[in-house]
């Protein structure tokens, strides 16, 4: 630990020098990090949905660059967080399931920024699973908020109205857990933990200070239960969301906890969801009309993320642990006036690993050599519209891990054992699986041609790059079967192998 902090700080101390990974003398940015939980880029009115209203992202679409294939590294809280603030494949840092801690050894960009001369904060969710700091100064969270809601005490609610009961996943039914209900959260918008997070962010930015400052603020909505205000109920009517249909492969691969929703329990879920993530987005909104009024709007970079993505009924799965667009594919937003234009959209393949070397560039700072992720500064300034060839994830609960590129997609899924994270489907485990889908020709991903002799070239081609990737990113190289057989090392490789084992149920 105290080897690897002293090499930040060395490095810290060659920032101004130029380096081939992009150090310069121009003058620091704040970097202002917008992360919302479970945020899917299609229930965003800045990537074209009309149902949902979220001005505020919007409008911090509006005042930079869409990203409109973004991917997250792995559709799980954990894996995906403690990869995208250190820049680096969740299975290289060894946090592939949702309780494993994230190491101490691993840099994030928060420590980099510190090391660097920014004071640094974090509020709301970080999922380090641990008790360290990770390089931020001040940590905000749930203990903060039932401190402050103690001390000046709740305000009532509106008599006869219906209110969610206590989360309760896989123990109650998943219509109550995921709020099929479509009920609002006991609590008024003044007292809810989201508005707390928000306004204490809101004063971080407004605080008098001659550093630069690097803000995480990161939301719990719109996770289940898809929590909202009482003041937000019923903005939405149930009855007009489509119920999204299952495709012919789909029965074999729904988790058994879905099978017996209704069509009117799965339409509460997603305006449930869509209510939540409109409340988020009011949140979104105190954060960044306290950057505009601190004055230091125009020398922040503004980065927005959901942490991954969401399925709302599709292929009939309410969730995200699976390697489906919908789970994967979140919306990605930069802004940072004077540098990035306004109104820009890419739909170059990206990775959220991707995120570290960009802020990094666009603070004028060195990037460290172990970070795996490649700056979308060049993407952002119109300098190219070119970025990645492919792009991986991997859901290493369920052993499984996929590849696209532009057309392209490959899923491999080991199948050799029941899954622990409360989505098994309760059906006789299939062994070896692999699905090929034509996204130009299917994009929702209905058809798989795995078996189709016409493809086997192709096949063979994607899953030698699977082969390539789990080798180069592998923690344990060493323990690498040494064979040619390709499914041998798939076989080997997906199956967790964290700092920590995990494998317990979790959301």
Known sequence: MILRLTAILLLAACFPVSSTRGATEQPRPNVLFICADDHAAYVTGAYGNKLVRTPNIDRLAEGGIRFDRAYSNAPICSASRGSFIT?????????????????????????????????????????????????????????????????????????????????????????????????????????MPGTFFANEAAEFIEQDRRRPFFLFISLYEPHSPFRFPV??????????????????????????????????????????????????????????????????????????????????????????????????????????????????????????????????????????????????AALATGKTNCHRPRIFVEYAQNDEVMVRDDRWKLVFIRGKRRRTDGYDTELPLPGHKLKLYDLAADPGEMHNLADDPKQKDRVDHYVGLLVEFLKRTSRQPDLIPKTDDPMVVLDHCVQPRDVLAAGKKGN
């Open 87 to 191: 820049g680096r494949y969740p299975r290289t840092i060894g946090v592939t399931q949702l309780r494993t801690p994230l190491p101490a050894e691993e840099a994030t960009l928060a420590e980099i920024l510190k090391a660097a001369g920014y004071d640094t904060a974090a509020i709301g969710k970080t999922h380090f699973n641990n008790s360290l700091q990770h390089g931020y100064d001040r940590l905000i969270n749930h203990p903060q908020h039932r401190k402050w809601l103690k001390q000046r005490g709740a305000k009532p609610l509106p008599k006869g109205i219906d209110v969610l009961p206590r989360w309760k996943p896989f123990r109650d039914h998943a219509r109550v857990w995921l709020n099929g209900m479509y009920d609002p959260f006991a609590a008024v918008d003044d007292d």
């Open 231 to 376: 003041e937000f109920a019923d903005r939405h009517d149930p009855g007009k969301f489509p119920v999204a249909k299952v495709g012919p492969d789909d029965d074999a691969q729904i988790p058994a906890i879905f099978r017996d929703l209704s069509d009117a329990e799965k339409q509460g879920i997603t305006a449930s969801y869509y209510t939540s993530v409109e409340f988020m987005d009011k949140n979104v909104g105190l954060v960044l009309d306290a950057l505009q009024r601190s004055g230091q709007a125009d020398n922040t970079l503004v980065v927005y993320i959901g942490d991954h993505g969401y399925m709302l009924g599709h292929h009939g799965r309410f969730e995200k642990h699976c390697s489906f667009e919908q789970a994967n594919r979140a919306p990605l937003l930069l802004r940072l006036p004077g540098k990035i234009a306004t109104g820009g959209s890419t739909d170059a393949l990206t990775e959220f690993i991707d995120i570290v070397p960009t802020v990094l560039d666009f603070c004028g700072l060195a990037t460290p050599d172990n970070v795996q992720g490649r700056s979308l």
